[in-house]
T-cell receptor, first 105, second 112 residues
Framework: GIQVEQSPPDLILQEGANSTLRCNFS?????LQWFHQNPWGQLINLFY???GTKQNGRLSATTVATERYSLLYISSSQTTDSGVYFC???????FGAGTRLTVKP | NAGVTQTPKFQVLKTGQSMTLQCAQD?????MSWYRQDPGMGLRLIHY???????DQGEVPNGYNVSRSTTEDFPLRLLSAAPSQTSVYFC???????????FGPGTRLTVL
């Protein structure tokens, strides 16, 4: 199956800082999604982005399908952004191991 | 509009016991799926369904059964629980036209 690697595994920021999370995948995909798992375990879909760029408030994502990677940008981070960010790819939704983000006040 | 609901929230089983994890949705989505999440890992797909009466295996189907008799419900059955099945289980739904997945709150299962 498709291999999915996320980096960095852990990220600690001060409130207000910007960050970039990366997702590399091993094969062509027609489905890529980014999720946020909050500290209480709830999973929220952030983006469905198999290619191109999307923005939603302080978050944006870019997928370069030909080069098999996707980036999630978080600007002006807030403490409520803390949690684990996952990308998932492919028809059978292969998840990466996630990036654990901690935003300090 | 409850979205995706899962019951129970927590469950402790002994090795060899059977049980059913319930998942229900009121979003009228065609697709439903079950995942497990182990500590420090992403989710892994167990089984999924593209409509009533249709199910298929995901990445880690062994030890689990599913059925889909209605659009709303997608129960996951553990036939003979094993300690390796200790995990957090998530149910998700999505529309065939929408792609975005919506997750339930999860069931934390411990098998002793």
């Amino acid at each position: 199956g498709i291999q999915v690697e996320q980096s960095p595994p852990d990220l600690i920021l001060q409130e207000g800082a910007n960050s970039t999370l990366r997702c590399n995948f091993s094969d062509s995909v027609n489905n890529l999604q980014w999720f946020h798992q909050n500290p209480w375990g709830q999973l929220i879909n952030l983006f469905y982005i198999p290619s191109g760029t999307k923005q939603n408030g302080r978050l944006s994502a870019t997928t370069v399908a030909t080069e098999r990677y996707s980036l999630l940008y978080i600007s002006s981070s807030q403490t409520t952004d803390s949690g684990v960010y996952f990308c998932a790819v492919g028809g059978d939704m292969r998840f990466g191991a996630g990036t654990r983000l901690t935003v300090k006040p | 509009n409850a979205g995706v609901t899962q019951t129970p929230k927590f469950q402790v089983l002994k090795t060899g016991q059977s049980m059913t994890l319930q998942c229900a949705q009121d979003m009228n989505h065609e697709y439903m799926s079950w995942y497990r999440q182990d500590p420090g890992m992403g989710l892994r797909l167990i089984h999924y369904s593209v409509g009533a009466g249709i199910t298929d295996q995901g990445e880690v189907p062994n030890g689990y059964n599913v059925s889909r008799s209605t659009t709303e419900d997608f129960p996951l059955r553990l036939l003979s629980a094993a300690p390796s099945q200790t995990s957090v289980y998530f149910c998700a739904t999505w529309s065939k036209t929408g792609n975005e997945q919506f997750f339930g709150p999860g069931t934390r299962l411990t098998v002793l």
